[in-house]
């Protein structure tokens, strides 16, 4: 049986406005905003609001509209830092890898010759995270 939906998440606060992000676009459906730990300039999340705690308990309506942003957003980092190419990553419960349980995806623009960071724990500062999501938001015309 799938595990249960946990509405104190992280990701869920963020959704109720009870904490900060760095937010990048924002529709009926869908909310995106920057890793706080990017892995890399412009690692950006997107989730969908419906309260789904990964891609095994997520309804297909849910993740119709999730994805459709995903494509929205991997466009709009790869124009914002002219990147080669952009690498999508989503995982499933905690041994796949997945620490915050509110379904998201990763959005990461990839460059010729860069590996990706791991994951350090380290906060980036907030104003180059801001920077960058203005500047997403800028190349998706929405600046
Ligand atoms: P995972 O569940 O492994 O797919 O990853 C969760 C991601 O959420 C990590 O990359 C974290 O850096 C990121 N993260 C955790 N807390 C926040 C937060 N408050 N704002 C933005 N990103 C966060």
Do not use: W
């Not at 760095?22 to 419906?50: C, N, R, W, Y």
């Not at 620490?99 to 623009?109: E, G, N, Q, R, W």
């Amino acid at each position: 049986m799938a595990e249960a939906y946990d509405p104190n998440n992280i990701f869920a606060k963020i959704l109720r406005g009870e904490i900060p992000c760095h937010k990048v676009f924002e529709d009926a459906d869908t909310l995106s905003f920057m890793d706080i730990m990017p892995q890399g300039d412009g690692h950006t999340l997107v989730l969908p609001k419906a309260p789904s705690r990964n891609l095994l308990d997520a309804q297909p309506e849910v993740l119709a509209s999730v994805i459709g942003t995903v494509q929205r957003i991997a466009k709009g980092v790869k124009a914002a830092f002219d990147a080669d190419g952009v690498f999508v990553q989503q995982f499933n419960e905690a041994p796949a890898g997945q620490t915050v349980f509110h379904l998201h995806f990763h959005v990461i623009p990839r460059f010729a010759g860069v590996p990706l960071k791991g994951h350090t724990g380290q906060m980036a500062d907030h104003a180059v995270l801001a920077d960058h999501a203005a500047k997403i938001r800028a190349a998706l015309g929405i600046g």
